[in-house]
C-alpha cells in the first residue's frame, strides 16, 4: 500500500481510483492520456512518455515533487528541467538524436530521443482484385498509413499497406508535397515492404533509422506513426510484455514477434518502434481487437525485418522464408516415448506428416523423432532455448535461415540416431494464402466460371468468418490437405453465369471440379487444355458431392462466345492460361 499511495502523490490528482493508476501502462490510448497515466509510474516507465509526448507535464510532476520542501532541494531540481527542455525543442525542430538525462545524474537514466523526422505517411491507392468476377478488377480505394527511412534512400513499411497497389505516395513530416514512391519489394510472409523514391528532394534532410537489438521483457519502446485521429505525427509509449512466435495474419504464417501494450491503431501500420536508446526495433503492424483485451499491439522485431532486408540485398527480390515442410507431434508422455525407442535423456518431436512436394520428403519419414535443428537440441514440446530463462518454438530457427541454405537434422528412426542434411525451401500449400499481387486465374465455358482456391478468394466470397462460412470440405482442404506435386491447384466452379444451355446447372457455386471426361483435373490449365482440345461428342465435369455436369461440346462451345458477350468478358480465360 505504501507504494500504491506514493504513486498517487506524483502527479496524480487524489480523486483518481489506485486500481486505474495501476491499469494505465497497459490503457495508453492517445498521446495526451499516455503523457498524463505514465506520469504516475516510476522513471524507468515514465521518462520516454514525459520527454517525447507531454513536456510541460515533466515540469507539473517535477513541482509536485518538490512541493513542502523548497530550500532543501532547490539544486538537484533546478539543473534537470533545462536539460530536458531543450532536447524536446531540438528534436522539434531538427529531428536529431539527442540524449536527454534524467534522474539523479548519475547516467543510469540516460535515454535518447529518436528522430521523428525519418518517420513518412504512406498514401496507397488500391485496386483489388474481383474474386466473384475474375476478368475485372474492383473500385479502387486509397489508405494511409505510415513509414520510415532506412539507410540506402529505403523506406520500410508493412507489406498490407501497399497491397494490389496503383500508387504510392509519400510525404515527410512538416512538408505539403506528397512524392511518388516506387515498391521495390513485397514480404508478404512477413508483412512487410521496400519502397524508394527517386526524387533527390525527398532525401534532403532525412536521417535514415538505426537499428538495435531485440529488446527485453518490460523494456520500454515508443511508436511512432501517423493513426487515425489526427494529420500530424502521433507518439505512443509503452513496454515489451512478450516476446514469442506470433501468427502473422496478412501473410498467415508464424514468425517472431513482439508484444507491446502502446497503443497501435489504424495508420500506425508500418511505423517504426524505438528504444530507449533512439534505435528502432521493430515495425507496428497489427493489433489484438477483443473485448476482454485493451491495448495488444504487436510489433515486427529487429531479427525478421533484416533477414527481409538481407534476403532482398543477397536476391535482388524477396524470396520468402522457408519451413520444414513437416507437421510433427509433441512427445511429452512418457510411454509415447518407451514405445517410440527414445531413452531418458533424449528429446525431440515426431513427424506426423510430410510435405510431399518439399525437399524433406526425400529423406525424412513419418515417426521419425526430430532430436536436434543445426546442432540445437528440441525439447519434447517443440522448444529451443532462447535466451536466458526464455524458450522459444524450434520454428524460429528454421526462420532464420534463407530460402536454399542447408539445415543438419538430427532423427531418431527405429532407434537409430541418423544425420540428414537438408537444403530448406518455401512452402507450397494447395490453398495458398495469398496470390502475391497477381490477377486471379479464370476459365470459361458454356457459363460456367472455373477458377483456383486460395485464401483471398474464400475471404471474397465468404467474408471475414470465411472459417465458419465457407463449405466444411473447402475448410478441409484449406487447413489438412498437401499437394501431391507443385503445380497441383483446387480447381471450383465458382458460378454459372445463366443461359440456355446451362438449364438446370443453376445452383452449382464453389464446388470442386474433380475430373473431366474421366481423367483427373490436376490444376485449372490442365482443364482448360483438356476442354478446348476435346473432340468427344459431350463434355463431362466430374464435381464434388457425386454431382456430374454433362454438356454437348459442340454447342457449349458455340455458347460460350455469346455469353461472354452478354456478360461483358473479354476472353474466355485469363491471360496467364494463353501462354
Given at each position: 500500500?505504501?507504494?500504491?499511495?506514493?504513486?498517487?502523490?506524483?502527479?496524480?490528482?487524489?480523486?483518481?481510483?489506485?486500481?486505474?493508476?495501476?491499469?494505465?501502462?497497459?490503457?495508453?490510448?492517445?498521446?495526451?492520456?499516455?503523457?498524463?497515466?505514465?506520469?504516475?509510474?516510476?522513471?524507468?516507465?515514465?521518462?520516454?512518455?514525459?520527454?517525447?509526448?507531454?513536456?510541460?507535464?515533466?515540469?507539473?510532476?517535477?513541482?509536485?515533487?518538490?512541493?513542502?520542501?523548497?530550500?532543501?532541494?532547490?539544486?538537484?531540481?533546478?539543473?534537470?528541467?533545462?536539460?530536458?527542455?531543450?532536447?524536446?525543442?531540438?528534436?522539434?525542430?531538427?529531428?536529431?538524436?539527442?540524449?536527454?538525462?534524467?534522474?539523479?545524474?548519475?547516467?543510469?537514466?540516460?535515454?535518447?530521443?529518436?528522430?521523428?523526422?525519418?518517420?513518412?505517411?504512406?498514401?496507397?491507392?488500391?485496386?483489388?482484385?474481383?474474386?466473384?468476377?475474375?476478368?475485372?478488377?474492383?473500385?479502387?480505394?486509397?489508405?494511409?498509413?505510415?513509414?520510415?527511412?532506412?539507410?540506402?534512400?529505403?523506406?520500410?513499411?508493412?507489406?498490407?499497406?501497399?497491397?494490389?497497389?496503383?500508387?504510392?505516395?509519400?510525404?515527410?513530416?512538416?512538408?505539403?508535397?506528397k512524392f511518388l514512391a516506387t515498391v521495390l519489394a513485397i514480404g508478404t510472409e512477413c508483412d512487410i515492404a521496400m519502397l524508394t523514391v527517386d526524387d533527390d528532394e525527398f532525401w534532403e534532410g532525412v536521417s535514415p533509422v538505426e537499428f538495435g537489438d531485440l529488446p527485453a521483457l518490460q523494456d520500454a519502446v515508443t511508436v511512432v506513426g501517423y493513426p487515425i485521429g489526427g494529420d500530424t505525427i502521433s507518439v505512443t509509449s509503452g513496454v515489451v510484455s512478450r516476446i514469442e512466435i506470433l501468427s502473422y495474419v496478412h501473410g498467415?504464417?508464424?514468425?517472431?514477434?513482439?508484444?507491446?501494450?502502446?497503443?497501435?491503431?489504424?495508420?500506425?501500420?508500418?511505423?517504426?518502434?524505438?528504444?530507449?536508446?533512439?534505435?528502432?526495433?521493430?515495425?507496428?503492424?497489427?493489433?489484438?481487437?477483443?473485448?476482454?483485451?485493451?491495448?495488444?499491439?504487436?510489433?515486427?522485431?529487429?531479427?525478421?525485418?533484416?533477414?527481409?532486408?538481407?534476403?532482398?540485398?543477397?536476391?535482388?527480390?524477396?524470396?520468402?522464408?522457408?519451413?520444414?515442410?513437416?507437421?510433427?507431434q509433441k512427445m511429452e508422455n512418457p510411454d509415447l516415448r518407451t514405445a517410440m525407442g527414445m531413452k531418458p535423456h533424449q528429446k525431440g518431436v515426431r513427424i506426423r506428416r510430410i510435405d510431399p512436394t518439399a525437399p524433406e520428403s526425400n529423406v525424412l519419414q513419418p515417426s521419425d523423432i526430430i532430436l536436434s535443428?543445426?546442432?540445437?537440441?528440441?525439447?519434447?514440446?517443440?522448444?529451443?532455448?532462447?535466451?536466458?530463462?526464455?524458450?522459444?518454438?524450434?520454428?524460429?530457427?528454421?526462420?532464420?535461415?534463407?530460402?536454399?541454405?542447408?539445415?543438419?537434422?538430427?532423427?531418431?528412426?527405429?532407434?537409430?540416431?541418423?544425420?540428414?542434411?537438408?537444403?530448406?525451401?518455401?512452402?507450397?500449400?494447395?490453398?495458398?494464402?495469398?496470390?502475391?499481387?497477381?490477377?486471379?486465374?479464370?476459365?470459361?465455358?458454356?457459363?460456367?466460371?472455373?477458377?483456383?482456391?486460395?485464401?483471398?478468394?474464400?475471404?471474397?466470397?465468404?467474408?471475414?468468418?470465411?472459417?465458419?462460412?465457407?463449405?466444411?470440405?473447402?475448410?478441409?482442404?484449406?487447413?489438412?490437405?498437401?499437394?501431391?506435386?507443385?503445380?497441383?491447384?483446387?480447381?471450383?466452379?465458382?458460378?454459372?453465369?445463366?443461359?440456355?444451355?446451362?438449364?438446370?446447372?443453376?445452383?452449382?457455386?464453389?464446388?470442386?471440379?474433380?475430373?473431366?471426361?474421366?481423367?483427373?483435373?490436376?490444376?485449372?490449365?490442365?482443364?482448360?487444355?483438356?476442354?478446348?482440345?476435346?473432340?468427344?461428342?459431350?463434355?463431362?465435369?466430374?464435381?464434388?458431392?457425386?454431382?456430374?455436369?454433362?454438356?454437348?461440346?459442340?454447342?457449349?462451345?458455340?455458347?460460350?462466345?455469346?455469353?461472354?458477350?452478354?456478360?461483358?468478358?473479354?476472353?474466355?480465360?485469363?491471360?496467364?492460361?494463353?501462354?
Amino acid at each position: 500500500m505504501g507504494r500504491e499511495s506514493n504513486k498517487r502523490k506524483r502527479g496524480r490528482k487524489p480523486k483518481i481510483p489506485s486500481t486505474e493508476t495501476l491499469d494505465l501502462p497497459s490503457t495508453t490510448t492517445t498521446s495526451t492520456s499516455t503523457s498524463t497515466a505514465n506520469a504516475t509510474l516510476d522513471d524507468v516507465f515514465s521518462v520516454g512518455n514525459v520527454e517525447l509526448i507531454d513536456p510541460p507535464n515533466t515540469t507539473t510532476v517535477n513541482n509536485h515533487r518538490t512541493r513542502g520542501r523548497p530550500k532543501k532541494r532547490p539544486k538537484p531540481e533546478k539543473s534537470p528541467p533545462p536539460q530536458r527542455r531543450g532536447p524536446a525543442r531540438s528534436v522539434e525542430n531538427c529531428g536529431d538524436f539527442v540524449e536527454v538525462t534524467v534522474g539523479d545524474g548519475d547516467g543510469m537514466g540516460a535515454r535518447v530521443v529518436p528522430a521523428m523526422d525519418a518517420v513518412v505517411k504512406v498514401f496507397c491507392t488500391h485496386t483489388e482484385p474481383n474474386f466473384s468476377l475474375p476478368w475485372q478488377r474492383k473500385r479502387q480505394y486509397s489508405s494511409s498509413s505510415s513509414g520510415f527511412a532506412i539507410a540506402g534512400r529505403r523506406i520500410l513499411t508493412n507489406a498490407h499497406s501497399v497491397e494490389h497497389f496503383t500508387q504510392v505516395k509519400l510525404k515527410k513530416r512538416g512538408s505539403d508535397t506528397k512524392f511518388l514512391a516506387t515498391v521495390l519489394a513485397i514480404g508478404t510472409e512477413c508483412d512487410i515492404a521496400m519502397l524508394t523514391v527517386d526524387d533527390d528532394e525527398f532525401w534532403e534532410g532525412v536521417s535514415p533509422v538505426e537499428f538495435g537489438d531485440l529488446p527485453a521483457l518490460q523494456d520500454a519502446v515508443t511508436v511512432v506513426g501517423y493513426p487515425i485521429g489526427g494529420d500530424t505525427i502521433s507518439v505512443t509509449s509503452g513496454v515489451v510484455s512478450r516476446i514469442e512466435i506470433l501468427s502473422y495474419v496478412h501473410g498467415s504464417t508464424e514468425l517472431l514477434g513482439l508484444q507491446i501494450d502502446a497503443a497501435i491503431n489504424s495508420g500506425n501500420s508500418g511505423g517504426p518502434a524505438f528504444n530507449d536508446k533512439g534505435n528502432c526495433v521493430g515495425i507496428a503492424f497489427q493489433s489484438l481487437k477483443h473485448e476482454d483485451a485493451e491495448n495488444i499491439g504487436y510489433v515486427i522485431p529487429t531479427p525478421v525485418i533484416m533477414h527481409f532486408i538481407q534476403d532482398y540485398e543477397k536476391n535482388g527480390a524477396y524470396t520468402g522464408f522457408p519451413i520444414l515442410g513437416v507437421e510433427w507431434q509433441k512427445m511429452e508422455n512418457p510411454d509415447l516415448r518407451t514405445a517410440m525407442g527414445m531413452k531418458p535423456h533424449q528429446k525431440g518431436v515426431r513427424i506426423r506428416r510430410i510435405d510431399p512436394t518439399a525437399p524433406e520428403s526425400n529423406v525424412l519419414q513419418p515417426s521419425d523423432i526430430i532430436l536436434s535443428f543445426d546442432g540445437i537440441d528440441i525439447a519434447n514440446d517443440g522448444t529451443v532455448p532462447f535466451r536466458h530463462g526464455e524458450r522459444i518454438g524450434f520454428s524460429y530457427l528454421i526462420s532464420q535461415k534463407y530460402t536454399g541454405d542447408n539445415a543438419a537434422i538430427k532423427v531418431l528412426r527405429d532407434s537409430e540416431i541418423l544425420n540428414f542434411d537438408i537444403e530448406l525451401a518455401t512452402h507450397k500449400r494447395l490453398i495458398p494464402a495469398h496470390i502475391k499481387g497477381r490477377p486471379p486465374s479464370y476459365y470459361i465455358i458454356a457459363g460456367f466460371v472455373f477458377t483456383t482456391v486460395s485464401v483471398p478468394y474464400l475471404r471474397s466470397e465468404y467474408g471475414k468468418d470465411y472459417e465458419f462460412e465457407a463449405p466444411v470440405k473447402l475448410l478441409d482442404k484449406l487447413l489438412h490437405s498437401m499437394p501431391q506435386s507443385p503445380d497441383e491447384q483446387l480447381v471450383v466452379v465458382s458460378q454459372v453465369l445463366v443461359a440456355d444451355i446451362n438449364i438446370g446447372y443453376e445452383e452449382i457455386v464453389n464446388t470442386q471440379v474433380l475430373a473431366f471426361n474421366g481423367k483427373a483435373v490436376k490444376n485449372l490449365k490442365s482443364l482448360a487444355t483438356m476442354v478446348e482440345s476435346c473432340e468427344d461428342e459431350f463434355l463431362k465435369f466430374d464435381l464434388d458431392y457425386q454431382q456430374i455436369v454433362v454438356l454437348r461440346t459442340e454447342t457449349a462451345k458455340a455458347a460460350t462466345l455469346d455469353i461472354l458477350a452478354t456478360h461483358c468478358i473479354p476472353s474466355a480465360m485469363s491471360d496467364d492460361l494463353k501462354s
